[in-house]
């Protein structure tokens, strides 16, 4: 807090550039502007990054520049705010369970509301925001830090509230998924979200899919209220190891990040106990939570990071890690250079790496090593671990265990059950696994049926590994054949001849979604 020169109050540095006056009477002039940033430069030179910048206007003072603010209408405040989420990916919308029931809009279906992908894996069905890319840290991964010279906007509850109805009405979005960054304080910015979902359930009535960011530091109150209202929660790991998270964010901390994530574990539990005392008791975060860490800006290997991902299931019960490839957005001497561009590949591996977990029995000290310490980029993750130990193979179909037919290359958990059902009632041969769904031109090196294999093969691992490499799904397509690209909701011409009536907005809004 400080005291303004012209009106004599007490203000948040953060909003100390305007005058918080929705429709925009009474701004200070641009004189004044500059007379408060250089009163703020000469008194208070250690806390000018907390000033509120937007690219509307920049002036340079004292070798510091000041972004001047202006009215931004929703429409300019959601080009900036959904370009910049495009970095979380941890965005997902299965496990929860809510169906319609006739009186609120939206509903929530177990199958999960994604309805498509981005080339790399990233949904892109939800509604995708921060409510603010403002940031009182600086962080050097993120395009958003302090001091980053991006455009600055910040969203009211209100607007999200609006451009969920809205965009959900139209049948553009089936949910929302709801980041910020850190304004003012992490209460500060909690709380703001806590508003937008009550308003959103409680006002709008809207009963669809909400993922939401808890913020680290926040109170527990506000997380655990928030968490009544969201059917997932998650915050982001950022980097594996605490050693990597002190190098390149210093004002974070793991504890302050893991305080939360237990907070949510234990309410989630307590709350499975409510349930099933009183079945009308309101659910805590159903879909679980989950978390995010950025891959390739510090030096660890594939080995730490799934024995960081292994721990965080066991320990926190999340549902679900995500992995985000490291991209270069900021000049920092403590960020690497990357010549070969993001590891996306990699990324890739780590998440076959973590389905194995998850759905396969895997434990990670089977498919890494202190002495083999990363995964081979060229081979998934399965076939990998099988060419290392040949010693298990061939599987013969007709009678090997179910888990013993998950291990095997081509064999998915589904096509696993459905052999173990098939089998019951006649001897299966490759014609009926293919019809299951195996993918033989990987498995056919590793079973046999009824005694035989599909061909003569030789169950060596050179001769093996050279016939897999060749099979070019082994990296996929999409990788190989494009770079890095991140959807927008402005690729497509979603928003292209849209417009919406002044009467469906709230009176309240002073802008409006208009098209482009």
Known sequence: MIRCPYTAKKIPVSFIIYKNNRHGK??????????????????????????????????????????????LSLMEKLAILTDAAKYDVACTSSGAGRRGDGVHMGNCISAGICHSFSADGRCISLLKILFTNECIFNCAYCQNNCNSDVPRASFTPDEVCTLTMEFYRRNYIEGLFLSSGILNSPDYTMELIYQTLYKLRREHHFNGYIHVKAIPGADPALVEKAGFLADRMSINLELPTADGLKKLAPYKSRRAILKPMRLIQS??????????????????????????????????????????????????????VFYSA???????SNLPVLPGGPPLLREHRLYQADWLLRYYDFKVDELLSEEKPDFNIYLDPKCDWALRHLEYFPVEINCAPYRTLLRVPGIGYKSAQRIVKARRS?????????????????????????????????????????????DRTQIPREIRESGYQQL??????????????QSDILASEHTAICGS
């Open 326 to 332: 490291f991209i270069n957005v900021n000049e920092d």
């Open 26 to 71: 009474d701004f200070l002039s641009l004189t004044k502007y500059e007379q408060i940033f250089d009163f703020l430069l000469a008194k208070y030179k250690h806390m000018c990054y907390y000033i509120f910048r937007t690219n509307v206007l920049s002036k340079k003072r004292g070798g510091a520049t000041m972004n001047l603010t202006q009215n």
């Open 488 to 501: 927008s909701l402005f690729d497509c011409g979603i928003l292209e001849h849209t417009a919406l009536p």
């Open 267 to 320: 309410s989630i539990a307590a709350n499975k106990n409510e349930i099933a005392l009183y079945r009308n008791a309101p659910q805590f975060v159903p879909a679980g939570q989950s978390t995010q860490m950025i891959i390739g800006a510090t030096p660890e290997n594939d080995y730490q990071i799934m024995r960081v991902t292994e721990s965080l299931y066991q320990n926190f019960g999340l549902k679900r």
């Open 426 to 470: 006649s001897a299966l041969d490759f014609s009926d696994l293919k019809k299951i769904g195996v993918v033989l031109k990987r498995a056919l090196y590793f079973i046999t049926c009824s005694g035989r294999m599909m061909y003569r093969t030789k169950l060596d691992e050179d001769y093996i590994c050279a016939n897999l490499l060749s």
